[in-house]
């Protein structure tokens, strides 16, 4: 398969975005010095700054909110720019990416990997800030009752949560971009999420810019049919495609035998099978042991499944092993029911109904239905693109479950409408490149940077170890 290329008219060229500079602008005085923690694995040799911006830049005088950036400077012993690293989620803080700083310094050679945590995530300013504190009973994360008290907070104070939203965080990337870009290109990178910040941000607050890639790319904001709603039919449709005609039915007849259903009640969690075995497609060692699990449950056999669990726990527990790694799920929230769910009506029968038929199923479209903050309405920004683009990689694996390839290609198509836009696919690749295919993002992304040729399509890891 060759590479895509789609070029925009002149009429959009990229001037038209270099001379729209941010209007945000971080604190001054927000340097970077050595970090506290850098005995943590991977950090030695960090920076770390803490920046301020408005908590809403339309008000400066509404507060502000802590914005923490960690540094990691480049390793080659020449350094060419730096690629800014936007993590997903939404609620993902930015220690998302340290697990893999090898592959990133592979796939971005000679530059400063600079890493901001979202508003809201990480060290930076959180919704809840006691419940959410290092010093709390579930130090970031939340446990017990400081999920009521998280809550309450939120709807005592309309103006400062409904202040957490995209296009804000949009202006925050901007801002310390600008008061924090050095000598040399600057590139940015971002993943799910991360991909529709950082095309926010050349909506709301541009700024110059060399290169974007995008991996993961969310489809279009205005294809409700592919919002978090409908979620299950995304990783059903690619949990499917695992399984031959003969091994769909052998599930679909496993699912259907109630004396069978003692065999993973305690295995999987909540005694969910369907949900289990699609939260492994984001795990393509664990996805392609998919079939045999089937095969064993099916034989009365439940092993291969307990092996499995427990290599799960294994990978959550090296994803996660930083103090703010935990996802901020009051933002994972707010965010996603105010900006990413089409259907505020969505009831848990309905979500009941459209999982019925389905082998593999999501948990995200019932923590949609009632969600308990305080939600906010989509500004005039959200469905829209930006007029104009940097030079531009997207990449995207074709068993995504998270954001589905079909609505990648759809909106690379649309964003060649504003600059130059270069499509490769990643033969059977999960979410999260970097993790899920690290040599395939390696090789295309560090070609892109290079401005070699970019191959088109790539085999991951997974399917050439099948």
Excluded at 3 to 14: E, S
Excluded at 372 to 377: D, G, K, R, T, V
Aim: proline share 8%; glycine share 10%; aromatic share 6%.
């Amino acid at each position: 398969m060759s590479k895509t290329i789609y070029r925009a008219g002149p009429r959009l060229a990229l001037g038209c975005l270099i001379a729209a500079i941010s209007c945000g602008a971080a604190v001054a005085g927000d340097g970077f010095t050595p970090c506290g923690d850098t005995a943590l694995p991977g950090l030695a040799g960090s920076l770390c700054a803490t920046s301020h911006t408005p908590l809403r830049p339309s008000d400066p005088a509404a507060g502000v909110v802590d914005l923490f950036v960690r540094k990691f400077p480049s390793t080659s012993g020449t350094t060419t720019g730096q690629v800014w690293l936007i993590a997903g989620g939404p609620g993902e803080s930015g220690a998302s990416f340290y697990p893999f700083l090898d592959t990133l310094r592979s796939a971005f050679p000679d530059r400063d990997l600079m890493i901001p945590d979202h508003r809201g995530t990480g060290y930076s300013t959180r919704l809840c800030p006691a419940e959410e504190a290092a010093g709390s009973p579930g130090g970031h994360a939340l446990t017990g009752a400081e999920w009521g008290s998280c809550i309450g907070g939120m709807y005592a104070d309309l103006d400062r949560t409904q202040a957490f939203t995209v296009t804000n965080a949009s202006h925050d990337l901007s801002a310390l971009i600008t008061r924090h870009r050095s000598e040399g290109s600057v590139q940015v990178y971002g993943v799910s999420y991360g991909t529709q910040l950082i095309l926010r941000m050349l909506q709301t607050a541009p700024v110059a810019l060399d290169a974007i890639v995008l991996d993961g790319l969310v489809p279009l904001e205005a294809s409700p049919e592919l919002d978090l709603s409908h979620r299950t039919a995304v990783v059903d449709k690619v949990g499917r495609s695992l399984l031959s005609d003969d091994q769909v039915q052998a599930y679909e007849a496993l699912l259907a035998a109630p004396d069978r259903h003692a065999l993973w009640a305690e295995i999987a969690p909540r005694g969910d099978l369907r949900q289990f075995l699609a939260a492994l497609l984001n795990f393509p060692e664990l996805r392609d042991q998919i079939p045999a699990i089937i095969s064993a449950l099916t034989e009365g056999d439940a092993s291969p499944l307990l092996v499995v669990r427990a290599a799960l726990e294994t990978e959550f527990d090296q994803l996660g092993r930083y103090p703010q790694s935990s996802p901020a799920l009051p933002l994972v929230v707010l965010m996603n029911a105010s900006e990413n769910n089409g259907r505020r009506d969505l009831t848990a029968a309905d979500v009941e109904v459209e999982a019925r038929g389905a082998l593999f199923t999501s948990p995200l479209p019932g923590l949609l239905v009632g969600p308990s903050a305080p939600l906010y309405e989509r500004d005039i920004y959200f469905g829209r693109s930006p007029a104009a683009l940097p030079r531009t990689l997207v990449i995207h694996g074709t068993l995504d479950p998270n954001t589905p390839y079909e609505g990648a290609v759809a909106h690379a198509a649309k964003l060649a409408e504003a600059g130059e836009v270069t499509f490769a696919t990643v033969v059977s690749g999960a979410h999260m490149l970097p993790f899920a295919a690290p040599e395939c993002f390696a090789r295309v992304v560090s070609a892109f940077g290079a401005g070699t040729d970019v191959p088109g399509s790539c085999a991951s890891r997974s399917q050439t170890g099948q």
